[in-house]
């Protein structure tokens, strides 16, 4: 009976049969890594009870990306590109400029031609502004002159009426006297009679004043609210002149022609490395496969300056997994091992996606993703998409 070969759910190689036979390279490395004894397990260690004993480590196979994972830029469709403005490897800032549209020329000459227009209807907005302040200050000189004569007259008027209340008073004085004079015979009737009417006729006087008085400030007030209604007439008419509108306008264009010409440069949305250069200067982008309004990518980004470790631990293996666990990556592709922090456990179950070389393998396991930070990202900075091995220590 020929020997066989089968694989646990945890990925582990058993032997069966008469004589195990020689594993491949990749299983047996992973076998290494996950037995690989640390310093403190090279000395013998003093008896633990059965709750303290550590947990079985977690293996699992990986692939790196950059933190925020891989952003791919793109443009509109429809749209070709103009200039090129980065390369790969090269490292942007957050709203950098990536590429020129085609139609980049375009749109700047139209945001030229909207920003003349501005200045134009700025230009005539300050004109008509001065016609309309020399309106306004002229409607508020005729109120001055309305106002000073009318000051002048009601002023004299007043006086008048004092002059008047003072004749009365003394008119009123002789009046009282002379009446007082006629009971003891010392005046005539007459005279008395003459010092009636004169009190009678400054009380008269004294009416018709009050009353020339009241038609003065009635006058005056009249003269007033149509001067202010002239002014406020010119101001009005300031505040709704044409060149406003214009100026509205030619701001509202200039907005436009700036947005359409900002759509035609393409900007880093985040600070990171250029990973690839889809589109080449000349390119077209076309819409995106499967018929969708949305343009092809020019640039792939990533932050490289953190990487991390998307571990694709088995489902019977991910409930010990927590945030916080101690993690070690190795690969051939780098010396030694890199440590990385727990900072993530997926919550969705589904198939692998990185997928091990081994032909024997079962390519179809079920697994949930665990980020884990590495704390050193410099030797993998340029390693994106590498599969790993990756053993995760979870706590006592």
Request: aromatic share 4%; charged share 20%; no cysteine.
């Amino acid at each position: 009976m020929g020997d066989k070969v089968l694989l646990t759910p945890t990925g582990k190689w058993m032997v069966g049969g008469g004589v195990a036979v020689a594993l491949g390279l990749t299983a047996l490395g992973l076998l290494q890594f996950a037995n690989r004894p640390s310093a403190k397990q090279a000395q013998p260690a003093p008896a633990a009870s059965p709750a303290a004993a550590l947990v079985g480590k977690i293996s699992a196979l990986g692939r790196i990306e950059p933190a925020g994972e891989i952003v791919q830029v793109g443009g509109p469709s429809g749209e070709r590109i103009g200039r090129m403005l980065v390369k790969e490897g090269q490292s942007v800032a957050e709203g950098q400029p990536i590429a020129y549209l085609e139609s980049y020329n375009e749109r700047l000459a139209d945001r030229g031609v909207a920003q003349s227009q501005l200045k134009d209807a700025l230009a005539q907005f300050s004109s008509t502004q001065q016609y309309g302040n020399a309106q306004i200050a002229e409607a508020q000189t005729r109120r001055s002159q309305a106002d000073a004569p009318k000051q002048k007259e009601l002023a004299a008027q007043n006086a008048t009426i004092a002059r008047l209340k003072d004749e009365l008073a003394i008119a009123q004085t002789d009046l009282n006297r002379f009446q007082s004079l006629k009971t003891s015979g010392a005046v005539s009737q007459r005279e008395l009679d003459d010092k009636r009417l004169a009190y009678q006729s400054k009380n008269g006087q004294l009416r018709e004043a009050i009353a020339q008085r009241a038609k003065i400030q009635q006058e005056w007030n009249t003269s007033l609210r149509n001067a202010d209604a002239q002014v406020q007439s010119a101001r009005a008419e300031q505040g709704r002149s044409q060149a406003q509108i214009q100026v509205d306008t030619a701001r509202s264009n200039l907005a436009l022609a700036q947005a359409r010409l900002e759509r035609t440069i393409i900007r880093a949305p985040q600070s990171g490395q250029i990973l690839k250069v889809l589109k080449k200067q000349g390119e077209a982008l076309e819409p995106s496969v499967g018929g969708s309004s949305g343009g092809q990518g020019i640039v792939e980004l990533g932050n490289t300056s953190q990487m991390y470790v998307v571990a694709e631990v088995y489902e019977t293996d991910v409930s010990r997994a927590r945030v916080g666990q101690r993690a070690v990556i190795a690969s051939s592709a780098f010396p030694g091992e890199i440590a990385g922090i727990v900072e993530q456990v997926g919550l969705k179950i589904g198939k692998n996606d990185v997928t091990n070389t081994d032909p024997a393998a079962n390519t179809d396991t079920r697994v949930v993703e665990v980020k884990i930070r590495l704390l050193n990202s410099r030797p993998v900075a340029n390693l994106t998409n590498l599969q790993v091995q990756v053993l995760i220590t979870p706590k006592s």
